[in-house]
């Protein structure tokens, strides 16, 4: 019989168990940072309607992106963020919920197209939001870049500093009505905007698409900053004023590392005031590790209530993997997690030896045993050397006797006799 | 225009934030004694190729049961267990592994069959092995047993006690051999043995399925007790010896709560040796709340190396929801996860404000503001309440000229002026 294949579908992502305690470690420092600053996690489920799903204003591509599949007469998919989910939730226990809401969802998300490089089809992904009704001041966005940068800054001994990037939506659009521009222009525009940085032909691109005359005013932000803009008319001295006062929220909050980068735009069409992003200081190369920013409306497919917010995701596969996969992370620290490997030497030392390890696990001291009794003493201490464990604690005829353990310490090799207290004592002295 | 429903899918949970916290409180518990027993975490894909899903020996339903789709040319699905993914990754990984590997999920399964109460379609369930190449002595089947009661009592507090029912296949083969049954009586006989406690018409039925003879042999197991085939043949007393044997090694490891009970026999043609299941004593009336036993050859579809291994899984989802959904779990502990919301009197206290709120969740006291600061003290305080913050902290002209927060107690309505660091004292004083 052909045996089957073992490798996951290609743009799945399979870590080894190093690999996914330094995940965890992210994943539960970043999440104690969400707790501190109140958050309420929601879990929502993997499988939306089709219907729900498939309704995302001016992205027609997303139907070809997600997974869809049907199930008696119900046409359903995965989910591929946690906006929709988010929307339809909140939408429906607007009695339950209090505003403003400070949430967070950390589930698996998936996107159907073709897995490239750093792309991946299945991945874990942070979605932070506060939502409140009809109105939430500026001060919200500021406070969700703030949680952000604190959450990067809970795992900067793994992934390295970040810095935040602020652009403001507001101002484009002031800007493209200030210009005159058609809706064709302006989404054109916008497009080209948001891939300056990725392209060299941008002011060519420009001229090509609004007209020279428009191109030189957009080009200005650029070069002259966007400030040489204040006093043109009241929309854009609005949006100017909007970035200059989120600025000083952000130095009240003690974000360092951030500026206004208006050339940041973030890609989803219901983002209307201010974008971020977030970039890797240390590893320049790596896309934005994170972003986000204010809409307006969130739920207006499922409720007549106006929801309003301000939301930010960070792809936390996206990143750690990436990083990973660059060996840019120092594993060794996550190499076990066990501290101590009981070897026992024989079944007749089986109940004394089973007494230790639970007096140790009870100890908070992460212990596993080597069960196979009839092994020899050589492939006993192997299996404690190959699994990183700190100590061997070896239980034979004597030990039983005496009601002691034979403590073994995995790096020095030095080995002493102890009681299971002074046993406990020693490994957590280390 | 038509508003899109809000409910889920029927057979997928949705839990409010409180219940999602005592959901996460449990979830964390039990992978705390996981971690303290030193099992390795893996997070494999939920969806895996539809030939690597639908090739279970003897479990011809399963093709209706998941839930399967096509992307380009590659069928494939959502995972229903933990056990099909577990032995590709395990087959793949031989060499990056240390065997005996101790491991655990933490994931969402999949069913796609029809929801009915009590079953999801998705739900969070925890699996937990030990996985040995070749061998692997019954020390490991009380392992698993011994650290699955430690994880039901981390949350006895929430689901009460839990007891464990031991069963063992070898008995039932080698009784089944005894009586010179065929392969479809063995079958059926293991159909209605293992829902003994469910029918009225048991022994009828064996009579009809078996003859006679052999009906009244197997009912002489439940009357007279396994124990009273003794002495039969080899295979049965080394059978009934193995149950012995596994009732002192549960003893040995200080698990309480143990019984054998032969009725038991999972689901699952893997299982060839010990099997058991977790049962509420708080809540009778819940179906089986864990359970699992001893396979060989886990892995013989991706493998020629025999992987043999004890595993055991916890429905989290299901025991908790269906807890929950019963009144039976007080969640008033769980309605807040904030001790302080910081009320801010007018933007121009914002930049204090934020201070203190930053030192506050520095310290490690789960903070929210209110940011909306124009709103009067009248809605703010009551936000502060309808969250249940313990503590509200006030922030006005006098708080930011004396350097102080008003901090008021929620509980009491006792409101104190304070320094940061001396209102840090009090709320951690609660």
Redesign the interface.
């Known amino acids: 019989m052909d045996?089957?294949?073992?490798?996951?579908?290609s743009g799945?992502?399979?870590?080894?168990?190093a690999q996914?305690?330094c995940?965890?470690y992210c994943a539960r420092r970043m999440q104690n940072v969400l707790?501190?600053?109140?958050y309420?996690?929601?879990?929502?489920?993997?499988?939306?309607?089709a219907?729900?799903l498939t309704?995302k204003d001016n992205w027609d591509e997303i139907e070809t992106q997600i997974?869809?599949?049907q199930?008696?007469d119900?046409k359903?998919g995965l989910r591929y963020d946690g906006t929709v989910g988010l929307s339809?939730?909140v939408?429906?226990?607007l009695t339950?919920?209090?505003f403003?809401f400070?949430?967070y969802q950390f589930a698996?998300n998936?996107r159907?197209e073709?897995p490239q490089r750093g792309r991946y089809?299945?991945f874990w992904q942070l979605d932070i939001d506060i939502l409140?009704i009809q109105?939430?001041?500026l001060?919200?966005d500021a406070?969700i870049v703030?949680t952000l940068m604190?959450m990067y800054e809970s795992i900067s001994d793994i992934v390295g500093r970040v810095k935040a990037k602020i652009g403001n939506r507001r101002f484009w659009n002031a800007m493209f009505a200030y210009l005159n521009l058609t809706d064709d222009q302006a989404r054109d525009a916008f497009v080209l905007i948001d891939k300056r940085d990725k392209i060299t032909d941008f002011y060519e691109g420009l001229v090509e698409t609004v007209g020279e005359n428009a191109a030189k005013e957009i080009d200005a932000v650029f070069t002259n900053g966007y400030r040489s803009f204040v006093g043109k008319n009241a929309e854009l001295d609005a949006a100017i004023a909007e970035m200059d006062k989120f600025m000083k929220?952000l130095d009240?909050?003690?974000v360092k590392n951030a500026e206004i980068d208006v050339s940041i735009m973030r890609g989803h069409s219901y983002y209307t005031g201010i974008v971020f992003e977030f970039f890797s200081i240390d590893y320049p190369d790596l896309p934005a590790v994170g972003g986000g920013g204010r809409y307006e409306n969130l739920a207006s497919?499922?409720?007549?209530t106006k929801i309003v917010g301000v939301g930010a995701s960070i792809g936390v596969s996206r990143l750690l993997v990436a990083l990973m996969e660059a060996g840019k992370i120092d594993l060794s620290r996550f190499e076990t997690?066990?501290d101590v490997a009981v070897l026992v030497m024989g079944?007749d030392n089986?109940?004394y030896a089973?007494?230790a390890l639970?007096t140790l696990?009870?100890a908070?001291?992460?212990?596993?045993?080597?069960?196979?009794?009839?092994k020899k003493f050589k492939n006993q201490i192997e299996?404690a050397d190959?699994?990183g464990a700190k100590f061997a604690a070896i239980i034979g005829e004597t030990e039983v006797t005496e009601q002691k353990i034979a403590l073994k310490n995995m790096t020095t090799g030095v080995q002493e006799s102890l009681s299971i207290d002074d046993a406990i004592k020693t490994i957590k002295g280390m």
């Open positions: 045996l089957k294949p073992t490798k996951p579908l799945f992502i399979e870590l080894l168990p996914q305690r995940f965890d707790r501190d600053c109140g309420s996690r929601l879990d929502l489920p993997a499988i939306e309607r219907e729900v309704d997974f869809l599949f199930k008696g119900t359903m339809r939730f939408a429906g226990h339950d919920l209090n403003p400070y949430t698996r998936y159907g073709r089809r299945e409140g109105n939430l001041s001060n919200y406070e703030s604190k929220l009240a909050m003690g497919k499922f409720s007549k997690s066990v079944d089986l109940a089973m007494r639970n696990r009870a908070g001291i992460p212990s596993v045993a080597y069960l196979d009794t009839d299996y190959k699994i």
